[in-house]
C-alpha cells in the first residue's frame, strides 16, 4: 500500500510540474507579447501607434487579410475585393480561415460600419484610403496605412508582413513567414539558372497594362532572378503602379518569358492584338498565360497566394523559356493562344 501510495504522490507532483511549467508558459508568452507594445509606424499620413496587442482586427484593405491569415490571425472583419469565394477569401487562403465567418465589407470605406464593429486595429495598407477617411478612421482606432515612399498599393509583401506582423504582436512570426517564403524563392533560382538576368513581364491584355518592377507583379519576377523588361521600366510614371503599352508597340512586352494574365476574358483580349505574331515571344512559345486563379494570387501577392503562384507558374516558365514552340506551355494551349493553334485556325 505505501508503495502505490508513493506512486500516487509522485504522479501528482509530476502532474502538478507540469501544470506549472504550462501556466509559466502562458504568462511568460503573455508578457513577451506586452512587451512589443506599444509599436510607432511612420507613414504617409503621418504617424500611428499601437499601445496593446489589437484582438478586434478590421482589414479595409483589399489584401490584408491574407497577410493576417498566414500569421495565423483571423480578422473580425475583411475588405472582399472580387472573386465570389466564402468570406470573400480566396482558396489559398481558405484552410487558414478554418470556421472563422467575418464581416464581409464590399466597396467604398464605410466608415460607420468600421465603426460598428468596435475595432482596436484598422488595417488600412492596399486599401487607397484618402487622407480624411484616415484622419476619421484614427478617431475610432489606430490605422496602419502605407509608407509615403511605397505609395498606395506598392507596399512589398516583405514589408507589408512585417508591419503587419510587428502591429499584431506577431513579430517572430512575420520574421519567420518571410524567411520561409524568401528561402523558397532562392530555391526555385538555384535550381533554374537559366533565368537568370533574362528579361520578362507580367502583361494585362486589356488596355494593354504592363506591371514594372516597382509593382508587385513586377517584383515576383526580380525575386526569380528576371530582369523586368527596361523598356517597360523607362516608360514608367509615378502616379501609377503600371504602364500603359501601344498596341501598335509591342516591343516593350516582347520579352524572353510574356506572362499574359487573364482575369475572366480568356484568350480574346490576346488573340485581337493585331501585331502580336510579329513578337518574337509568340513565334519561339515564350508566353504563358496565367489563368484567374494565378493572376488573382499574382494580384494579391501575398505569403499565401505567392506560395500557390509558385506551384504554379514554376513549371509553366521553365516550359516557355527554352524559345521551343514545340515545348507546350500548358495553360497557353488551354487558351488556344499558341502560334500552331493560330495557324491551325487559319
Known amino acids: 500500500m505505501q508503495t502505490i501510495h508513493a506512486c500516487i504522490k509522485q504522479f501528482e507532483r509530476v502532474l502538478l510540474s507540469g501544470a506549472l511549467c504550462l501556466a509559466m508558459f502562458f504568462v511568460s508568452a503573455q508578457q513577451s507579447e506586452a512587451a512589443d507594445f ?42 472582399r475585393w472580387y472573386g465570389n469565394y466564402p468570406n470573400g477569401v480566396w482558396p489559398w487562403a481558405q484552410p487558414a480561415l478554418e470556421d472563422a465567418k467575418p464581416t464581409v465589407m464590399w466597396g467604398e470605406i464605410n466608415v460607420e460600419q468600421i465603426a460598428a464593429l468596435k475595432p482596436d486595429l484598422i488595417l488600412g495598407l492596399w486599401s487607397g484610403m484618402t487622407r480624411a477617411q484616415y484622419k476619421i478612421l484614427s478617431q475610432i482606432a489606430p490605422v496602419l496605412v502605407p509608407e509615403e515612399h511605397y505609395g498606395d498599393y506598392g507596399t512589398p509583401w516583405q514589408q507589408m508582413t512585417r508591419t503587419i506582423a510587428k502591429a499584431i504582436g506577431r513579430a517572430e512570426k512575420g520574421e519567420q513567414v518571410v524567411r520561409d517564403l524568401e528561402a523558397r524563392f532562392a530555391a526555385i533560382k538555384q535550381n533554374h539558372p537559366d533565368w537568370l538576368d533574362k528579361s520578362a513581364v507580367v502583361v494585362w491584355p486589356g488596355d494593354i497594362g504592363a506591371y514594372p518592377s516597382s509593382d508587385l507583379r513586377g517584383r515576383f519576377l526580380s525575386d526569380l532572378g528576371f530582369i523586368v523588361s ?12 503600371y504602364v500603359r503599352v501601344s498596341p501598335e508597340d509591342l516591343d516593350p512586352i516582347d520579352t524572353d518569358v510574356l506572362i499574359w494574365l487573364d482575369f475572366g476574358s480568356g484568350a480574346s483580349q490576346i488573340n485581337t492584338l493585331r501585331l502580336r505574331p510579329t513578337m518574337r515571344a509568340y513565334r519561339e512559345g515564350r508566353e504563358v498565360v496565367a489563368t484567374p486563379m494565378i493572376a488573382a494570387a499574382l494580384s494579391h501577392s501575398s505569403p499565401l497566394s505567392l506560395n500557390f503562384a509558385l506551384d504554379q507558374l514554376e513549371p509553366l516558365i521553365a516550359a516557355a523559356i527554352d524559345g521551343d514552340p514545340a515545348t507546350p506551355v500548358s495553360t497557353s494551349v488551354e487558351a488556344g493562344i499558341t502560334r500552331a493553334q493560330q495557324m491551325e485556325g487559319q
Do not use: C
Open 230 to 241: 527596361e523598356k517597360v521600366e523607362a516608360l514608367v510614371r509615378s502616379d501609377l503602379f
Open 38 to 79: 506599444p509599436v510607432v509606424f511612420e507613414h504617409q499620413y503621418g504617424t500611428t501607434t499601437v499601445t496593446s496587442q489589437p484582438k478586434r482586427i478590421v482589414s479595409v484593405s483589399f489584401i490584408g487579410h491574407d497577410f493576417l491569415l498566414a500569421l495565423g490571425v483571423k480578422p473580425v472583419a475583411l475588405r
